[in-house]
């Protein structure tokens, strides 16, 4: 046997011919998976010293694993002290009591009592057992055994990573949000008559203090900035998403639908120079841009986890009020696309630091959902639909696209329908969703398809991958309404 092969000792009571087989059985089964078993029916002849092999169980450097195998009889002897089990109780517990690393001890479940409870003795009452008691999760915590064995668990913490930034800044900045938030979030929660009212109290003093993100003076490079400014509003980005999620499961009113979009339309302000100021460039406003596209993507994605089909439909079918400001000479009213706008700093970061990525965009997307609360699936989801909705938008009013999926670049790894064209597939949920893309039925996709064909409409693409021709299979189109 390698010098590889773990050694486990294992403790148990001679209480049963039954039991006694049950114990071997087990021994067996752990020697066939590379484990090397000291059990005394193997490894205690005639004439030795019974003793000095139980001691060995923590006195044998080489023995790191000890397994105490419980039934009715042995929790009985150990608790009073009696017999052979007695003795290795009385070994065992000042190994377990004394030792910080507790790990070399573990009681095997082979029986529970009368009441279901599993036979554990009183010394080892708070600590995780292995349960083999049950035939029909043998096979799963048998698995447990040899991992805990092999010390290769299931479930292994990963590397720790850096502070974010926006700890570690002495200086980040307040949004000043979070006594509002949690008030709206209660009244929205408990049905409370002020709900609306502290729901635009939230929102007005986001909308208010937002300007404290502003990039003035930038020291270094604009870029380097601009990460760290939107890296700084990640939990302001966490608040508002718990907003959100919350405004979908407990108001989804058409009160509320008004209060988003008017909460939406207050932030475009901050993507442009206003007017009758000094011309800036366009990328001073680079990280506004991708904090409210980001905002917008989560508060539809928040809408469609909860099936809030009218509030999405509203708030893309709504447009948006423009004050006049130095890139529209008059005000103006603007669809839901003014939530996508182009970053050059990002792609002037991606050249100067030569980190040949796709879309950086895209990137920060993707690491962003990780604490986000909803997976990133159900964002490039939501990217889709705005897609294709903007899409059917330019075909119905003969206008130019502007919706660009930045999240889609990652599609390429799902291959299938996504969940929300999958569910309907049944006629009665493609009634409910036909709301957000303002059709009929499901043969008005055909002037979509038709059009990408014709080229009268681009297909995204980067780089080497493109969705071509992922839209129909994205939105399952062949199985779309085919089921009651």
């Given at each position: 046997?390698?010098?590889?092969?773990?050694?486990?000792?294992?403790?148990?009571?001679?209480?049963?011919?039954?039991?006694?087989?049950?114990?071997?059985?087990?021994?067996?089964?752990?020697?066939?998976?590379?484990?090397?078993?000291?059990?005394?029916?193997?490894?205690?002849?005639?004439?030795?010293?019974?003793?000095?092999?139980?001691?060995?169980?923590?006195?044998?450097?080489?023995?790191?694993?000890?397994?105490?195998?419980?039934?009715?009889?042995?929790?009985?002897?150990?608790?009073?002290?009696?017999?052979?089990?007695?003795?290795?109780?009385?070994?065992?517990?000042?190994?377990?009591?004394?030792?910080?690393?507790?790990?070399?001890?573990?009681?095997?479940?082979?029986?529970?009592?009368?009441?279901?409870?599993?036979?554990?003795?009183?010394?080892?009452?708070?600590?995780?057992?292995?349960?083999?008691?049950?035939?029909?999760?043998?096979?799963?915590?048998?698995?447990?055994?040899?991992?805990?064995?092999?010390?290769?668990?299931?479930?292994?913490?990963?590397?720790?990573?850096?502070?974010?930034?926006?700890?570690?800044?002495?200086?980040?900045?307040?949004?000043?949000?979070?006594?509002?938030?949690?008030?709206?979030?209660?009244?929205?929660?408990?049905?409370?008559?002020?709900?609306?009212?502290?729901?635009?109290?939230?929102?007005?003093?986001?909308?208010?203090?937002?300007?404290?993100?502003?990039?003035?003076?930038?020291?270094?490079?604009?870029?380097?900035?601009?990460?760290?400014?939107?890296?700084?509003?990640?939990?302001?980005?966490?608040?508002?998403?718990?907003?959100?999620?919350?405004?979908?499961?407990?108001?989804?009113?058409?009160?509320?639908?008004?209060?988003?979009?008017?909460?939406?339309?207050?932030?475009?302000?901050?993507?442009?120079?206003?007017?009758?100021?000094?011309?800036?460039?366009?990328?001073?406003?680079?990280?506004?841009?991708?904090?409210?596209?980001?905002?917008?993507?989560?508060?539809?994605?928040?809408?469609?986890?909860?099936?809030?089909?009218?509030?999405?439909?509203?708030?893309?079918?709504?447009?948006?009020?423009?004050?006049?400001?130095?890139?529209?000479?008059?005000?103006?009213?603007?669809?839901?696309?003014?939530?996508?706008?182009?970053?050059?700093?990002?792609?002037?970061?991606?050249?100067?630091?030569?980190?040949?990525?796709?879309?950086?965009?895209?990137?920060?997307?993707?690491?962003?959902?990780?604490?986000?609360?909803?997976?990133?699936?159900?964002?490039?989801?939501?990217?889709?639909?705005?897609f294709i909705r903007d899409c059917l938008d330019a075909i119905k009013y003969q206008q130019h696209q502007f919706w660009w999926p930045t999240t889609l670049l990652y599609i390429e790894r799902h291959n299938g329908t996504l969940e929300i064209f999958a569910r309907a597939q049944s006629k009665e949920y493609f009634?409910?969703?036909?709301?957000?893309?303002?059709?009929?039925?499901?043969?008005?996709?055909?002037?979509?398809?038709?059009?990408?064909?014709?080229?009268?409409?681009?297909?995204?693409?980067?780089?080497?991958?493109?969705?071509?021709?992922?839209?129909?299979?994205?939105?399952?189109?062949?199985?779309?309404?085919?089921?009651?």
């Open positions: 046997m390698s010098q590889d092969n773990p050694k486990l000792f294992i403790s148990y009571c001679w209480s049963s011919e039954e039991h006694e087989q049950w114990v071997l059985d087990l021994a067996t089964e752990l020697r066939e998976a590379g484990i090397d078993v000291f059990l005394d029916k193997w490894d205690l002849k005639e004439g030795q010293d019974a003793l000095k092999f139980m001691e060995k169980m923590v006195t044998d450097p080489k023995i790191k694993k000890v397994a105490i195998i419980c039934d009715h009889t042995y929790v009985e002897k150990a608790d009073k002290r009696t017999g052979g089990v007695g003795t290795e109780t009385q070994i065992i517990s000042p190994e377990i009591y004394a030792k910080e690393d507790q790990n070399k001890f573990v009681v095997i479940v082979a029986e529970r009592d009368e009441n279901g409870k599993a036979c554990l003795p009183t010394y080892y009452k708070s600590r995780i057992f292995i349960d083999l008691s049950e035939s029909d999760s043998y096979a799963t915590n048998f698995e447990k055994l040899l991992r805990w064995i092999y010390d290769k668990p299931l479930y292994q913490k990963p590397e720790i990573g850096k502070i974010p930034e926006f700890l570690s800044e002495t200086n980040s900045i307040k949004l000043g949000t979070s006594v509002k938030c949690k008030r709206a979030l209660d009244a929205i929660r408990n049905n409370k008559g002020y709900a609306n009212g502290a729901l635009d109290e939230y929102f007005q003093t986001f909308v208010e203090n937002l300007e404290k993100f502003r990039i003035s003076n930038a020291e270094g490079e604009f870029d380097d900035e601009v990460i760290k400014n939107i890296d700084n509003f990640l939990p302001y980005r966490n608040e508002s998403i718990t907003i959100f999620l919350t405004v979908a499961q407990y108001r989804n009113i058409p009160e509320t639908w008004q209060q988003l979009h008017k909460f939406f339309e207050n932030l475009i302000p901050y993507m442009y120079s206003p007017e009758r100021t000094i011309a800036r460039k366009k990328t001073d406003f680079d990280n506004f841009r991708f904090i409210i596209h980001e905002l917008f993507l989560y508060a539809i994605s928040s809408l469609l986890k909860y099936e809030c089909f009218d509030a999405v439909a509203y708030l893309i079918r709504q447009h948006y009020f423009v004050e006049k400001n130095n890139e529209y000479n008059r005000n103006i009213m603007k669809p839901f696309t003014i939530f996508f706008q182009y970053m050059s700093s990002l792609d002037r970061r991606n050249e100067r630091l030569k980190l040949g990525r796709t879309s950086l965009r895209a990137d920060l997307l993707k690491q962003r959902s990780e604490t986000s609360g909803i997976k990133f699936m159900q964002l490039m989801q939501s990217d889709f639909i705005l009634s409910k969703i036909n709301c957000i893309f303002d059709i009929g039925e499901k043969k008005d996709f055909i002037l979509l398809f038709e059009a990408f064909k014709k080229e009268e409409l681009t297909i995204p693409s980067w780089g080497f991958f493109s969705l071509k021709p992922n839209p129909e299979i994205l939105l399952g189109f062949e199985k779309l309404a085919t089921r009651p």
